[in-house]
């Protein structure tokens, strides 16, 4: 149950990423195993059949929301709900909402596949938000999905040519344990926001503990419970804890549901369920709609806005995708205790090139660029080691295009609480930061709060690779610093002032 648990053995991590033939490999395989226990290296890895089960059951419950959100920040029933693009044009909801599920179902199973990482894929918030809100007030939907698609192409040859390997491998044992930080803190926060058990003020300090510095509403209640009832699971080790915790908890909330009539959080009823209001009622089982498949235009934005101005929103696409998921993956892999000492963990390659084939996928069904989710390390803390989690997540995420009603029945308020007591976990790996040299301190701290207070793990990675090249070539220890780590820094400082450059650009030309 303990996400820092070291259960892959060195032998193992060697057997994935030698070049060994695979026969080789398969005389060396225990016998006396079943085909998936063989295949996905089920028990070398520490874990089981029914534990993968559970896992990837947790991965999903804590993910399944992005069916019900990525429709919201996209799409909309009309064009006054709905974000417009420059034509006037705005993609249904229930289509977006079909092409989620279809395009997380199939990613995640074949990042389960060639990867076997319990890692689960779906549309990233970061990018989608950015073409709702910024992209599509110059460019039409499909030009806009054509821009993600060719980001997604860029970042699958970074993956193939090693180039990306090659960055991850140049980044300081420090910061990797940094980002598992951050990202911990990055999701414990996500949750506290998400239930309502912290909130912003109209005045004076940024956020507070609820209404007023104190807690008002039963959701935010509900989670709280959940919180400490997952908790108290996790601290007894009790197998199954967190998808326990999460079914209990939803249970409670469809009593108080049933009892109170709380209905959906808005802005005539603050006191309601976030996202998810925990009932059943209509239809159960409906035919998804897959009308935006294919639905893109590969070149339409730079005919539109110009050249400079494409390979400006590209740049920034492929920015926030490439690093956003580096390090959540580095996170996740420290979670399972499937990294070795530099960060790397098995098939890295081959997880690099799959989830940017995510971004390809998700901007040809016009669902965003799909990525990594930070989510799955619920299904990690549960016990997943292997991609057999991934399959069942997958297979859940196509099985939501139908059971629509049933995926939105696990409020906000209860999958926030599994991130919290997950996030818990991953903080633990600030043992490995020595805090006593400034020079790799600051850095790993602004790595760590920079995510968390800016919404964006891309940020706190920049944060810490430019604090790092700086201060460590001040410090005299030019030379200790990997070339790409130059690169990239220099790299992030483009992306963090592309706002001003965009601007110059424009009025130059």
Do not use: C
């Not at 490999?25 to 874990?47: M, V």
């Not at 509900?222 to 249970?251: H, P």
């Not at 390390?377 to 997540?393: D, F, K, N």
């Amino acid at each position: 149950m303990s996400i820092d648990s070291s259960t892959e053995t060195a032998a193992v991590e060697t057997e994935e990423q030698t070049t060994t033939a695979p026969a080789a490999r398969a005389r060396t395989a225990p016998s006396g195993r079943g085909l998936l226990d063989r295949f996905f290296h089920i028990t070398r890895r520490g874990s089981t059949i029914p534990r993968e089960i559970r896992g990837g059951l947790v991965t999903f419950f804590t993910m399944a929301y992005i069916v019900i959100l990525n429709p919201l920040i996209l799409g909309g029933f009309n064009a006054t709900t709905a974000p417009v693009d420059v034509t006037g044009a705005f993609l249904p909801a229930a289509q977006v909402g079909a092409v989620t599920g279809l395009t997380a179902g199939v990613l995640t199973i074949l990042f389960g596949i060639f990867a076997n990482l319990p890692f689960g894929l779906a549309a990233g918030l970061g990018i989608n938000s950015f073409l709702a809100v910024a992209v599509v007030k110059d460019v039409s939907w499909p030009e806009a999905m054509g821009l993600v698609v060719i980001n997604g192409v860029l970042i699958v040859l970074f993956g193939v040519t090693g180039a990306r390997t090659a960055i991850f491998r140049a980044v300081p044992r420090e910061l990797k344990a940094a980002i598992t930080v951050g990202i911990g803190l990055f999701i414990a926060f996500i949750g506290f926001v998400d239930s309502g058990f912290v909130r912003g003020t109209k005045a004076g300090p940024p956020v507070q503990l609820g209404h007023d510095g104190s807690i008002t509403t039963l959701p935010t209640l509900v989670f709280v419970i959940g919180l400490i009832l997952m908790g108290i699971l996790v601290a007894r080790k009790i197998q199954g804890g967190l998808l326990i915790g999460i079914i209990a908890t939803t249970a409670v909330a469809m009593l108080v549901e049933a009892i109170w009539h709380l209905g959906a959080s808005g802005p005539n009823n603050p006191d309601g369920w976030h996202l998810n209001t925990p009932v059943l009622s209509g239809q159960l089982v409906s035919i998804p709609d897959l009308s935006l498949v294919g639905h893109f235009d590969l070149f339409g934005a730079f005919g539109r806005i110009g050249l400079l101005a494409g390979i400006t929103l590209v740049f920034t696409l492929v920015f926030t995708n490439f690093f956003d998921a580096m390090g959540t993956m580095t996170g996740l892999a420290k979670s399972a205790g499937l990294a070795q000492k530099d960060g790397t963990f098995p098939r890295l390659k081959s997880a690099f090139i799959i989830e940017g084939f995510g971004a390809v996928l998700g901007g040809a069904n016009s669902g965003s660029s799909n990525t990594v989710y930070v989510d799955s390390a619920a299904g990690i803390g549960e016990g997943a080691r292997t991609g057999l989690a991934s399959v069942v997540t997958g297979a859940l995420f196509l099985g939501s295009m139908f059971l629509t009603p049933l995926t939105s029945v696990v409020p906000l308020e209860v999958a926030s609480s599994a991130l919290v007591v997950v996030g818990t976990m991953m903080a633990g790996q600030i043992r490995e930061i020595n805090f006593r040299k400034f020079d790799v301190a600051l850095p790993s701290f602004l790595t760590i709060v920079t995510m968390p207070l800016t919404y964006s793990i891309a940020n706190g990675i920049g944060a810490g690779f430019v604090t790092w090249v700086l201060v460590r070539a001040a410090s005299g220890k030019a030379r200790k610093i990997h070339p790409l780590m130059w690169v990239v820094a220099a790299g992030f400082i483009v992306y963090f002032v592309r706002g001003p450059l965009g601007h110059l650009i424009g009025a130059g030309s």
